[in-house]
């Protein structure tokens, strides 16, 4: 079993990067063997909006009392290439509010479409054998989770090579 969790794998930035990772966790399973993805099922109209709504995280470290914080100062997006780069800011703060630490970074992240997935797992050698919106087994919807298990493929007609299946070779009919 292997589960590739907190959408990971979308930090993945290109398809061949992607097709490795999956190639190599592939030869990594025993035959049968199954894969767990946790990815997000990308919202239309999050991607296309230019300005999106301000997101901002916090928390409490519960041993430090120390506050946490986090926000997008800025997002953009290459559609070609399906990939979403935002510049986060963090902050540490102390009881009092007083500033500890503060950082940026930026996150990138490439959205993959539900049947790109699919075909993806396909080419290098899986089954899917479900699909869920949440970790409690709800049915796929929309914008939500992406949840995929999918089944390392068994079928000896099938050769994985590279991350990609070679078709049969043609069997000479009857003389």
């Keep these: 079993m292997a589960f590739i969790a907190f959408r990971s794998f979308q930090h993945l930035l290109t398809v ?89 970074r930026e996150m990138a992240l490439r959205w993959t479409y539900r049947w790109e997935l699919r075909h993806l797992l396909e080419l290098c050698g899986f089954v899917v054998e479900a699909e869920y919106s949440d970790f409690r087994g709800a049915p796929p919807a929309y914008g939500k989770e992406l949840v995929v298990v999918a089944r390392r493929e068994t079928n000896p007609r099938k050769r994985a090579s590279g991350g990609r299946f070679r078709a049969p070779s043609a069997r000479a009919g009857p003389s």
């Design 16 to 104: 061949d990067e992607q097709r490795a990772t999956l190639t190599g966790v592939r030869r990594h399973l025993r035959p049968g063997g199954r894969l767990a993805l946790h990815l997000f099922d990308p919202r239309f109209d999050l991607l296309a909006d230019e300005n999106p709504p301000a997101i901002r995280q916090s928390g409490i470290d519960p041993a430090t009392q120390r506050r946490y914080a986090g926000e997008i100062l800025r997002a953009g997006r290459d559609y070609l290439n399906q990939i979403r780069r935002d510049l986060w800011r963090y902050a540490e703060t102390d009881l009092n509010g007083a500033l500890l630490e503060e950082a940026t």
